[in-house]
């Protein structure tokens, strides 16, 4: 039980956070507008949630030029998919077992 | 408490795993409206072949019929194409999605890709005159199409190209009613398919 906790992982508690990482889970790679449009926040707040994971070593950032427009993509990082993954894992058992006690 | 929130990240997860990877404007309706152009092109090939039923694997073909089927059989995809973007596009609309995003030409690319060498390969079947493999080759060469974009799309589409996919196996062995088992696939098939998909996902949000 104590184990599952540990793995409730306090990076990912936010809505927004774990939207990032659900759309890199599963993309090769996002840039900054289809992350703004799929998660419906304002620039400056998805700006703020993708620092935070950064910071985390969770997301790596990738600028490039695109017909000389910069273009920002975002990658989930190996660790990043693993504490994710882990984080999943840890919900659905804590939901799992809450199911079995009643 | 605790468990509801957790239940909400759960489904947030999911939702957002889906709607980034998933094309889920595709509509139903087209579905049954390409069912229907087939079954009409179906009964007009069978007009135009006549007496001249497909029994062999290489018939004696009239270069006419020939030509006039395969103007039915584009006539049939214009319109099946063209009806399933206008509806696919009034439906992303309707909804507030954009229509041309990278899930969109994911799908398209995983769609057509198997798809296009299933049509040359048709053509090549046409130049050595197996006429009777075209409709059984049709048929595979769609239902790997549609498994394939499955990936991209409705997780549901993959159950109908593995329909067509068996069905065409089962046509490589019963030549001269090539044209019955196209009917099935492209006509009945997907007019079934697309009134239960209209069901599960359009009317819903209608």
């Avoid at chain 1, 039980?1 to 599963?26: E, P, Q, T, Y």
């Amino acid at each position: 039980m104590k184990n599952i906790i540990s793995n409730i992982n306090k990076a990912f508690d936010h809505r927004v956070r774990l939207g990032i990482m659900s759309v890199l889970m599963v993309n090769e790679h996002a840039d900054f507008t289809t992350l703004r449009e799929l998660l419906g926040v304002t620039d400056g707040n998805i700006a703020s949630h993708i620092k935070a994971l950064e910071k985390k070593d969770y997301v790596k950032v990738e600028k490039s030029f695109i017909d000389r427009k910069p273009n920002t993509r975002y990658i989930a990082t190996k660790k990043g998919r693993e504490d994710f993954q882990k984080h999943i894992d840890a919900i659905e058992s804590l939901l799992g077992q809450q199911q079995l006690k009643p | 408490m605790k468990n509801e929130k957790y239940l909400r990240d759960i489904s947030e997860i999911k939702q957002m795993m889906n709607r980034s990877s998933r094309f889920i404007s595709l509509s139903g309706l087209a579905g049954v409206f390409a069912g229907i152009y087939a079954l009409a092109g179906a009964v007009v090939a069978e007009q135009l072949l006549g007496d001249q039923a497909l029994n062999t694997v290489a018939p004696e073909m009239n270069q006419e019929v020939l030509q006039q089927l395969f103007l039915v059989a584009s006539a049939v995809l214009v319109l099946a194409i063209g009806t399933a973007v206008f509806l696919t596009t009034r439906k992303a609309g309707k909804n507030g999605q954009k229509i041309w995003e990278t899930t969109t030409k994911r799908l398209l690319i995983n769609f057509f890709a198997p798809l296009i060498a299933g049509g040359i390969f048709c053509l090549v079947l046409v130049q050595y005159e197996l006429i009777g493999l075209i409709a059984p080759a049709m048929l595979i060469f769609y239902g790997l199409s549609l498994i394939h974009a499955s990936k991209y799309t409705f997780g549901d589409l993959r159950s109908l190209g593995y329909a067509n996919l068996v069905l065409g196996l089962l046509a490589t062995q019963f030549l001269g009613y090539g044209i019955y088992f196209w009917a099935t696939g492209f006509g009945l098939f997907h007019i079934v398919y697309g009134i239960w998909m209209y069901r599960k996902y359009d009317r819903k949000n209608a």
